[in-house]
């Protein structure tokens, strides 16, 4: 029987896009929605009245942080001191280990999916560090991360990150990699096994996905097989690329072409594939400056972007620019990469470095904005049926509040939400019509409890930085805080 919400604004969408309807509703049906507008005659079982709240689908995160923050630590270093933030050579050669134990990394998993629910986030795509395991990311440890994320009731895109060989540094003090071919092989025959898995399961919340490591820690066998794999089953690939000078020279080394080409050539430049970040590409001033034909080969390619506004900008850097490539055609995806999972602020990021990157107050595209955090994960994803509050789509959506004196005044919401609120202000999350989050509580989760179990966690793996570092810095030289500290 069918479920009425009412908000003050409610984001429906009309004629193949979003537009904004004031007290109003959203009525859905099971996993449907049935229902948007401004009333409803129909019998329903269950209302809730938001008031001051701007109901809208959910966010859609395609590079969601399932690990403990480690921006906190490592977006500080200049390029010489974050070295000792990888591993030695003789840490890969002799010492590899697994920081946390399997137990530890499926409460890591459990507490980074926590905050993603409590930041109005719906629908995901998972990423972790690879730094602290001792290769990639076991079968076992995503198959627990699905039941996780089957409890709390988050739509999941899943598999387990592979990799042929890990970002090292070498014995003369050079960024590297160090590969292993082997383990890629075994990698991606166990992310194959974690899609019969998810095939399997048949729950409409789980669907198994390609989640390589990083471009330059897969050889060339493990690219062009991911590519055959998804194309035979039809799945996504999501492919860390175009994301840094180091990868590009790396790339550039072993193949004598930059990493766009190096995509094409292994068949995976295509519409089944996901690219976080591509910052990276001929019109960089740090690649070439100028155009080359990169972003028309992107668009032509059908493959989406997944940009992360917030955690770019934290490692100094940003998508130059957001319009070009939306000009361009490019399907623009939003991610958040890092702690906070927080849309809303990464929106804000992206939308004020534009208008710096262009000199101008009109590139400032909220629209664009935060149709890449719904429209454009959907399209990602090629769900029709997401980011979008209409009849026959899924019952995915979040309400964030603006009812206090601090979210200041109301022009248009979807403003004041950006310029003056965060994601924490979400008050209300629904994915398949089913509340995962009401008034920033989650049924059958001790918040209390994961916060400090986090902090352990997180000093855990603090300490663990030390022992990889070629030169065994111990962690407070590694990572320095703000201003001395001062004990007593
Ligand atoms: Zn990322």
């Given amino acids: 029987?069918?479920?009425?919400?009412?908000?003050?604004?409610?984001?429906?969408?009309?004629?193949?896009?979003?537009?904004?309807?004031?007290?109003?509703?959203?009525?859905?049906?099971?996993?449907?929605?049935?229902?948007?507008?401004?009333?409803?005659?129909?019998?329903?079982?269950?209302?809730?009245?938001?008031?001051?709240?701007?109901?809208?689908?959910?966010?859609?995160?395609?590079?969601?942080?399932?690990?403990?923050?480690?921006?906190?630590?490592?977006?500080?270093?200049?390029?010489?001191?974050?070295?000792?933030?990888?591993?030695?050579?003789?840490?890969?050669?002799?010492?590899?280990?697994?920081?946390?134990?399997?137990?530890?990394?499926?409460?890591?998993?459990?507490?980074?999916?926590?905050?993603?629910?409590?930041?109005?986030?719906?629908?995901?795509?998972?990423?972790?560090?690879?730094?602290?395991?001792?290769?990639?990311?076991?079968?076992?440890?995503?198959?627990?991360?699905a039941e996780t994320s089957r409890r709390l009731g988050l739509r999941a895109y899943l598999g387990p990150a592979y990799r042929s060989g890990v970002n090292v540094v070498l014995d003369n003090g050079e960024r590297s990699v160090m590969f292993d071919g082997g383990r890629g092989r075994e990698g991606l025959a166990d992310a194959l096994r974690f899609i019969d898995y998810a095939t399997e399961l048949a729950d409409p919340l789980v669907t198994g996905v390609l989640l390589p490591c990083r471009i330059e820690t897969l050889d060339m066998e493990v690219l062009a097989a991911t590519a055959a794999a998804s194309e035979e089953r039809d799945v996504l690939v999501r492919l860390h690329s175009l994301q840094g000078l180091v990868e590009r020279e790396l790339i550039l080394d072993w193949h004598g072409i930059p990493p766009l080409e190096l995509m094409e050539r292994a068949g995976l430049l295509n519409q089944r594939l996901l690219i976080p970040h591509a910052t990276f590409i001929d019109r960089n001033p740090a690649v070439h400056g100028e155009d080359r034909g990169d972003l028309a080969r992107l668009a032509g390619s059908g493959a989406s972007i997944i940009h992360c506004p917030l955690t770019s900008m934290r490692y100094g850097s940003t998508l130059d620019s957001f319009n070009a490539y939306k000009e361009a055609g490019v399907n623009i995806s939003l991610g958040t990469d890092s702690f906070p999972p927080d849309l809303i602020r990464g929106i804000d990021a992206g939308v004020q470095l534009a208008k710096i990157l262009a000199g101008r107050n009109?590139?400032?595209?909220?629209?664009?904005?935060?149709?890449?955090?719904?429209?454009?994960?959907?399209?990602?994803?090629?769900?029709?049926?997401?980011?979008?509050?209409?009849?026959?789509?899924?019952?995915?959506?979040?309400?964030?509040?603006?009812?206090?004196?601090?979210?200041?005044?109301?022009?248009?919401?979807?403003?004041?939400?950006?310029?003056?609120?965060?994601?924490?202000?979400?008050?209300?999350?629904?994915?398949?019509?089913?509340?995962?989050?009401a008034d920033g509580m989650i049924d059958g989760v001790d918040l209390d409890y994961w916060r400090g179990r986090a902090q352990e966690l997180f000093e855990k793996m603090r300490a663990a930085y030390s022992d990889r570092d070629a030169l065994k810095r111990p962690a407070d030289e590694l990572f320095p805080p703000v201003y001395a500290r001062l004990e007593r």
């Fill in 1 to 145: 029987m069918p479920t009425k919400v009412t908000a003050r604004y409610v984001l429906g969408f009309k004629n193949g896009q979003h537009a904004l309807l004031t007290d109003a509703c959203v009525v859905y049906d099971g996993d449907v929605i049935v229902h948007v507008g401004r009333d409803y005659q129909g019998p329903i079982t269950e209302e809730r009245h938001l008031g001051d709240a701007l109901l809208m689908p959910g966010l859609i995160d395609l590079d969601a942080l399932t690990d403990i923050d480690h921006l906190i630590l490592d977006s500080w270093a200049g390029p010489e001191h974050a070295k000792g933030h990888q591993w030695s050579e003789d840490y890969f050669r002799n010492r590899r280990a697994d920081v946390f134990t399997a137990e530890e990394r499926q409460q890591i998993r459990e507490y980074a999916l926590i905050q993603l629910v409590l930041h109005g986030i719906t629908t995901y795509m998972p990423i972790a560090s690879e730094v602290h395991s001792e290769w990639a990311e076991p079968l076992q440890e995503l198959i627990g991360m």
């Fill in 362 to 437: 009109d590139a400032g595209d909220v629209a664009g904005y935060f149709d890449a955090a719904t429209l454009g994960g959907a399209n990602a994803l090629r769900r029709p049926d997401l980011g979008r509050l209409q009849p026959g789509a899924q019952a995915d959506l979040v309400a964030f509040s603006l009812g206090d004196i601090r979210d200041g005044v109301h022009d248009d919401p979807l403003r004041t939400l950006t310029l003056n609120g965060t994601a924490r202000q979400a008050v209300l999350s629904v994915v398949a019509g089913r509340t995962i989050m």
